[in-house]
């Protein structure tokens, strides 16, 4: 399997996914091929493959957007995880007002596996599942790196990320400002599981009048409360 060559269209299928997951909303054809760096014939005929297995969608003017089918495959992906953290998730989202989410290692990103937006809130930040990002940055990465020994980071991690992570696994949580999305700061907790990915549970808002330590101490509840339903 090692010595197998790896199927060019089914990889170019894998990033028009990635690429939609990480879009703020849908894209064009055009945009996709730019994104892929192939002609936009071949884009097109990949995207009418996805769309067959209703893996993304066109509205009516044609802009390319996730499938439905892409929730129900995302709901079989560690589902018993995914239903003991929902819970817990909704509660903090809507007692802190912020958007709570439940992120896990994948390779060398962190990726959002579900997440919840406050009932009553004015304004919240969306998070959407499935959005990923190094984990060498923001608050559930370096919640998920402190569970992990120096050898297991991504190559080239600087000098700093150490001192920040370690601090971060003293304190018991983690935070970043500005760090994936600008004006946008995050507390984050380690989650660790038996037998499991390492993960994290966090939040994301603009401005909130508690302290970090008191966000952390909430999600730190939360936490336990998964951890001993899974029996981790």
Known sequence: ?????????????????????????????????????????????????????????????????????????????????????????????????????????DGEECITLVSVEPR????????????????TVGAPGKAILAQLAEAEWPAGSFAALHDTVAQSRSAGFATSHDEVIPTVQSVAVPLALRGQRPAAIAVVHVATDRTDAEIAARLQHSATTIREALGG
């Open 120 to 135: 009553h809130a004015v304004a919240s930040v969306a998070q959407r599942p499935g959005a990923r990002h190094s984990v």
């Open 1 to 105: 399997m090692a010595d197998a060559p790896a199927s060019q269209t089914l990889s170019r299928g894998i990033r028009i996914l990635e690429v939609l997951s990480d879009a703020r909303g849908a894209l064009s054809i055009d945009e996709i091929a730019g994104e892929l760096g192939v002609h936009r014939s071949i884009a097109y005929r990949l995207l009418r493959t996805l769309e067959d297995h209703g893996l993304v969608s066109r509205d009516a003017s044609g802009l390319v957007f996730l499938g439905a089918r892409m929730a129900a495959l995302a709901a079989g992906v560690a589902n018993d995880l995914q239903a003991e953290a929902l819970p817990e998730l909704t509660a903090v989202a809507n007692e802190l007002g912020m958007t709570c989410f439940l992120a896990v290692l």
